[in-house]
């Protein structure tokens, strides 16, 4: 079952004339006869939830917009995707980049604004050159730019090609950097749809979100329900990637079981293995263990009951050879490593765990050390200006509470050793 | 007026301006909630975290020195969430600092020393090897010592804000951040940059000609008006034993804000330039000179006088006395028999504004009491760089009095014709050669009083070091020569003198020492007269 990823795997897909021949941009004919308010409301009605992570309803966030563009208006598209375990996004702009484009154009005229950045991230070239070439494209047939199709609707396109840095995927870190500016996340309020990129209203959304908007608005909300659950609705990308036999993009309905998607989708963990752990939404999520793991529903409801978050869908699988300190630690690390370094919690917190887990990684920990990592992990939360430092809690404290022993084998070796 | 919002810090009611910050709005209730990052003169990038105070019903704690405030909102920023946050940021912080205190400059005044010693954790739990950066010559007057920085911020944004020069930025990111100067351009030539030393809330911006030079605690902070040109920003003389060791601004929002001149900071060492004149000094007619005590050199100088009744006295002052000093002579001078009343004073080429503080420049009349002087009728004279101008003085055969002006550039014939010569300063010279009476007086540094700077702005300095020797105010010594001539009541006190001149200026009328207060008031008439 297949909406956004219908046509991977397919390089005709790229083609502006094939995308056409496929019924392409007539969402956004349909679009602009319906008027932008109606275009909001009908996303509203599908329930069509963000991709980048947060799952916040992507119509109600459109309608936060002023509804006179009184001043010009922007729309976003987040590409910058960089979270570790995924890799949706770009395949979704590779395989079929005007699906993005048209997506883009529907929203931009949605909210009024008169024009749409793409922010790749920058170490996408392939895909950078395939979107700005698809762009390219949908210019020169009067798909994009002034006056597309003769509605007399003026949308511009930019793709802009990122310098590498996670933090730039946040809404307003990646605002900073399209202006020219450090990527560092802005304080909030003011909001975006208020004050965003270049001081004017402007709405992000991830590339998942966006591909979807073109198919909602051809087919209309009640077939994008058929799929999900009540309050998570429609298909989604699964970046599957660790111990299993099949990695993958997997587009599925949300909801799926969890279990179903390693065992028959994925085709089970490699070699045999027992599974270990799952981390179901990247690495910003806590952590499952195999128990919770199989009564997981992929949907964000259902990651939030067993204590976790769908995040942007990257399942990464551990069988039961694998180090989940080292795991963690490496993550760590990448939080470090990408913290903006604006908020002392972040900046100091997140470096400091990550020296703490190298330490017991090396077999240099000590009981205490778990106890400072949890506590340090605590003051990251709620304390700052993004939520990147929210997000090295989840996997410390979720390894900590349900891999102790993990953590204690190392511990204990050095203690053992320093007792010879 | 305008709009009021009352709101409830830790149990106490407040009426704030609609628009006030948390942060600001609890200082009316006497509450300083910790914070790095923000100040009040630059843009609040929230950043730091420390200042995170309980709202009732918000989900988490919030940045006070953002958030604004809201009709009946309840802050607690002694909640159990915003001490364990502070207790957290400072613990983040401590995890790289270098915690040199004994050999930090900042060590006393330093807001990470003072935080962490209110409620820090009392045992640090980081056994890490701490991050290092070293340290860097930023250029100027400036040193940085990167591992003692809390990265807020605040002197990247003075750079770029308020003195609009971009010169520091933050490179790097994460715990890698450092604050970094653009290539080998740092910050020579900029001139307002000692503003950064004085708001880095740590020692990781110093200032070279500061540099171990005394402990923080060891300093006296009197407040004082800077004398180096007629800005007249606020500031505060930091003393021990009895020398100046530094200059900083004193906040005045409607002078200097937080800030002052690099040019001003650092002109300062002649207020502590030794071979003072310490004793009067009586000249006879065969010309040997003798010091005295003053008693003997105010009868001396009377005498002088008696026998000259009927000629001209000239004045020559410098724009560095007090009103209170310039009256006293003026009035001298009056009674005496009048005369023409000069000063001079060294100019600069242009004003430099501070583009962030327009109303903020280092003035091109390098004194600090050329509006008192020009209110009192003394006319400028001589070139830019404060010479010449005195050619029709020097050889008055009448009486001289000299208040404050060096006469460097004057020779021994200075006076040499004069009935009666007196030099009332604070050093002698060749022009002073020929004075009859040399009297030690004190420097704005030494004595109370008061500056009218640019704009008519009657400011009050008070005493910060000892005089030397028996160097006197000079309203003191004039005034007790002028209740002697005149029969009056020598003024006792700096305030005395100064309702003495309050009376005589009509432009003052009305003004009182006291309702001066630490931040002046504003003479309308003085500030015709100097635009004029
Ligand atoms: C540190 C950090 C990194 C993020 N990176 C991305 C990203 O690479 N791509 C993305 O779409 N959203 C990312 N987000 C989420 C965005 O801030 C934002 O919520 C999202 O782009 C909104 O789009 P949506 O409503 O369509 O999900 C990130 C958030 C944080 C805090
Ligand atoms: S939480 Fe971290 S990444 Fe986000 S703004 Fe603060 S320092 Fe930067
Ligand atoms: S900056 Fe403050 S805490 Fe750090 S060494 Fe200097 S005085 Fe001590
Ligand atoms: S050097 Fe001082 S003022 Fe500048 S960021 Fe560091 S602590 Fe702040
Ligand atoms: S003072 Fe508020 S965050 Fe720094």
């Known amino acids: 079952m297949r909406v956004i990823s219908t046509h991977f795997g397919d390089p005709l897909q790229r083609r502006l004339g094939t995308y056409v021949e496929r019924g392409g941009y007539e969402a956004l004919k349909k679009a602009f006869s319906m008027g932008p308010d109606e275009v909001v409301e009908t996303v509203k009605a599908s329930g069509l939830r963000g991709r980048g992570g947060a799952g916040f309803p992507t119509g109600v966030k459109w309608s936060f917009m002023p509804k006179e563009a009184t001043k010009p208006h922007y729309l976003l598209c987040n590409a910058d995707e960089s979270e570790p375990g995924t890799f949706k996004d770009r395949e979704l702009m590779r395989w079929d980049p005007h699906q993005l484009i048209e997506g883009c154009l529907i929203a931009a005229y949605a909210i009024r604004a008169k024009h749409a950045y793409i922010y790749c991230r920058g170490e996408f070239f392939e895909t950078n050159q395939v979107v700005a070439r698809a762009v390219e494209d949908a210019y020169e047939k009067g798909y994009a730019g002034e006056d597309i199709f003769g509605s007399g609707n003026d949308i511009a396109v930019t793709v802009h090609q990122g310098a590498g840095a996670y933090i730039c995927g946040e809404e307003t870190g990646l605002m900073n950097s399209l202006e020219g500016r450090r990527g560092e996340p802005r304080v909030k309020p003011p909001f975006p749809a208020a004050v965003g990129v270049f001081g004017m209203p402007s709405t992000i959304n991830n590339v998942e979100t966006l591909a979807a908007v073109p198919h909602i608005v051809n087919n209309g909300e009640e077939w994008y329900r058929q799929w999900g659950t009540e309050s998570s609705p429609g298909t989604k990308l699964f970046c599957v990637s660790g111990h299993i036999n099949k990695p993958g993009n997997y587009e599925l309905p949300l909801g799926f079981p969890l279990s179903e998607l390693i065992d028959d989708v994925c085709g089970g963990i490699r070699n045999g293995n027992g599974l270990k752990a799952v981390i179901p939404g990247g690495s910003s999520v806590a952590i499952l263990n195999s128990e919770e793991a199989r009564r997981c529903r992929l949907d964000y409801e259902g990651c939030i009951d067993v204590g976790t978050m769908l995040g942007c869908a990257s399942v990464i699988v551990m069988d039961d050879t694998t180090d989940i300190v080292k795991q963690v630690r490496r993550m760590v690390d990448f939080y470090a490593h990408e913290s903006c370094g604006q908020c002392t919690p972040c900046r100091e917190g997140s470096a400091w765990a990550a020296q703490i887990m190298k330490r017991i990684e090396i077999g240099e920990g000590t009981v205490e050390d778990l106890d400072t990592l949890m506590e340090v992990t605590e003051q990251m939360v709620g304390t700052t200006i993004c939520v990147l430092s929210d997000s090295v809690a989840p996997p410390v404290q979720s390894s900590i509470q349900k891999f102790r022993a993990d953590y204690l084998a190392l511990i204990s070796e050095q203690e053992s050793a320093g007792a010879t | ?532």
Not at chain 2, 251 to 263: I, K, P, R
Request: charged share 25%; aromatic share 6%; glycine share 10%.
């Open chain 2, 1 to 532: 007026m305008p709009e009021m919002v009352t709101l409830t810090i830790d149990g106490t009611e407040v009426k704030v301006p609609k628009g006030t910050t948390i942060l600001e709005a609890a200082k009316q209730v006497g509450k300083v909630i910790p914070h790095y990052c923000y100040h009040p003169g630059m843009s609040s990038p929230a950043m730091c975290r420390m200042c995170l105070v309980d709202v009732e019903g918000a989900p988490k704690p919030q940045a006070s020195c953002v958030t604004t405030v809201m009709e009946n909102q309840v802050v607690d920023t002694e909640s159990s969430a915003s001490v364990a946050n502070r207790r957290g940021v400072l613990e983040f912080y401590l995890v790289n600092h270098p915690l040199d205190c004994p050999i930090c400059d900042m060590s006393g005044e330093c807001d990470l020393q003072d935080f962490v010693h209110a409620e820090g954790r009392d045992h640090g739990r980081s056994v890490e090897p701490k991050r290092v950066f070293g340290r860097d010559d930023f250029g100027g007057d400036v040193l940085f010592y990167g591992d003692r920085c809390v990265m807020c911020t605040r002197c990247v944004r003075f750079m770029s804000e308020v003195e609009q020069d971009e010169r520091l930025t933050v490179v790097e990111r994460g715990n890698r951040s450092v604050i970094d100067t653009f290539f080998e351009k740092g910050l020579d030539g900029t001139e307002w940059h000692g503003n950064i030393v004085d708001i880095c809330p740590v020692g990781a911006l110093v200032s070279k000609e500061f540099l171990h030079k005394t402990r923080a605690w060891d300093l006296d902070h009197t407040p004082s008006i800077c004398a180096s040109c007629s800005q007249g920003c606020n500031i505060e003389l930091h003393t021990a034993e009895n020398l100046v060791q530094r200059v900083k601004p004193r906040e005045n929002l409607e002078v200097n804000a937080w800030w002052m001149c690099d040019y001003g900071r650092h002109d300062y060492e002649w207020i502590n330039h030794g071979q003072r004149i310490e004793a009067p000094l009586v000249r006879d007619a065969t010309g040997s000179s003798r010091t005295t005590g003053w008693k003997d050199a105010l009868t001396s100088l009377l005498e002088g006088a008696s026998g000259l009744n009927g000629t001209s006295v000239q004045i020559v002052v410098s724009a560095r006395g007090s009103n209170e000093d310039l009256a006293a002579l003026t009035k001298l001078q009056d009674v005496m028999g009048g005369g023409d009343k000069v000063f001079r004073v060294s100019q600069a080429d242009e004003e430099s504004a501070l583009p962030g503080f327009p109303t903020l420049a280092r003035r091109k009349d390098l004194g600090p009491n050329v509006g008192g002087a020009e209110l009192l009728g003394i006319s400028r004279v001589g070139e830019s760089d404060g010479t010449g101008g005195l050619e029709a003085v020097k050889d008055h055969d009448g009486i001289i009095i000299v208040l404050g002006d060096n006469l460097e550039d004057q020779d021994e014939t200075f006076g040499a014709n004069a009935g009666l010569y007196v030099y009332l300063g604070t050093h002698e010279c060749a022009a002073t050669k020929a004075a009859h009476l040399v009297l030690p007086v004190t420097t704005f540094a030494e004595q109370e009083g008061t500056f009218t700077n640019h704009e008519g702005r009657i400011q009050r300095f008070w005493p910060a070091l000892q005089p030397p020797g028996m160097a006197r105010p000079a309203w003191l010594i004039l005034g007790a020569v002028l209740a002697e001539l005149s029969e009056g009541v020598a003024p006792r006190s700096a305030a005395e003198a100064f309702m003495n001149l309050a009376e005589a200026v009509p432009a003052l009328r009305g003004l009182t020492y006291e309702g001066m207060g630490l931040s002046g008031s504003v003479s309308e008439t003085a500030q015709h007269a100097s635009l004029d």
